[in-house]
């Protein structure tokens, strides 16, 4: 964001403004703030502030004789220095061990679990991306024939987490081809993902003899079957749309059914999420940063888990611009570090 010179001032009257917005949801006068202010200041330098902030896009008056609300700008540059401030370490959330317990095998229970903690803490909408297949690295993999037409994929993590997954592929192979195809890949791409087996095979496959080319052929086929169908699906838990639905206050009635017909359109805001998914820290979009038809009354917290150094999925909480930021903001970052550390020591 390019911002124009503001002095400490100016800031702190900023988030005077938005701190009293967010929990009142009304234009917030000049003799409010100057009641409100730890230091010692006059109507006449509030209103001369406040029109500043205006001039520069961070505040709007909806009605002449009426105080001031934060536009999208302000709340940004609000949640900026929040972030700024590194509230982070100094305000995680005690979350029980219980919420977080993952048996052998149960991954999708602990992220529907998550999504519930997520949205009951907030008192908003959770949601958890969970982790593609093809992009995490594996210590054992097999494929599994399950019908003419189905494999299933076993995929077990450096850390002994267990991932599943089914795929469609036409008429392809029988078992014992699956089985030698499994061990070629234990054999020769532990530690990497299917995304990089792929792209090995599709550039290698020539120089092989034509005694491997057929099962390699039959391989290279099912790993772009797979990846192409893991593109087009959504791998996303989703909970509290009641507690959306139980703020008519902060929502127009309209623009929430047009959130929620998005929301089924899992797919696409999986998509969206998954440009964010690398980031080293909280994230937070306001408004029309979402990129979401419609949806311009909306705020978006979010942050990743995963394992050391690979990034798995993404969690956070959908809810109106209106939430206290800076409460939600340490809770998405402690439960994703919770999740990481759960993973992590699942072995």
């Known amino acids: 964001m390019n911002l124009p010179r503001l002095r400490e001032k100016d800031i702190y009257i900023l988030n005077l403004i938005v701190e009293s917005y967010l929990k009142a949801g009304k234009p917030i006068s000049s003799g409010f703030i100057v009641q409100k202010s730890r230091f010692p200041v006059s109507s006449a330098t509030v209103r001369n502030i406040m029109a500043k902030l205006e001039e520069h896009g961070f505040l709007f008056q909806p009605h002449t004789s009426a105080g001031r609300i934060p536009t999208d700008k302000g709340l940004k540059l609000h949640v900026s220095n929040l972030l700024d401030e590194a509230i982070l370490p100094k305000k995680q959330i005690d979350l029980p061990s219980e919420d977080f317990s993952l048996k052998k095998g149960d991954f999708n229970s602990l992220l529907n ?152 359109e899992k797919a696409k805001l999986t998509r969206l999420l998954s440009d964010f998914i690398s980031l080293a820290k909280v994230k937070v979009l306001i408004g029309p940063e979402l990129s979401i038809p419609n949806i311009s009354e909306c705020s978006l917290v979010l942050s990743h888990y995963g394992y050391h150094s690979q990034v798995l999925g993404s969690l956070g909480i959908i809810g109106p611009k209106r939430i206290p930021y800076e409460k939600i903001i340490p809770l998405v970052d402690s439960v994703a570090k919770r999740l990481s550390q759960t993973i992590s020591f699942s072995h």
């Open 113 to 264: 679990q998550v999504s519930k903690i997520l949205a009951e803490y907030s008192d908003n909408l959770g949601f958890v991306i969970s982790p593609k297949i093809s992009n995490v690295n594996f210590h054992h993999l097999r494929f599994i024939k399950i019908s003419e037409e189905k494999v299933m994929i076993v995929l077990i993590t450096s850390y002994n987490l267990v991932l599943t997954e089914i795929v469609e592929t036409g008429s392809f192979a029988a078992q014992v081809e699956l089985d030698k195809a499994s061990q070629y890949i234990n054999q020769n791409f532990r530690g990497k993902n299917l995304i990089y087996i792929r792209d090995y095979l599709l550039q290698e496959l020539p120089k092989y003899k034509i005694k491997y080319e057929n099962i390699l052929n039959k391989l290279t086929r099912l790993l772009r079957s797979y990846i192409t169908q893991e593109d087009q699906e959504s791998h996303i838990f989703l909970q509290g749309t009641s507690k959306l639905l139980g703020k008519p206050d902060l929502f127009d009635m309209k623009r929430l059914q047009v959130l929620f017909q998005n929301i089924e």
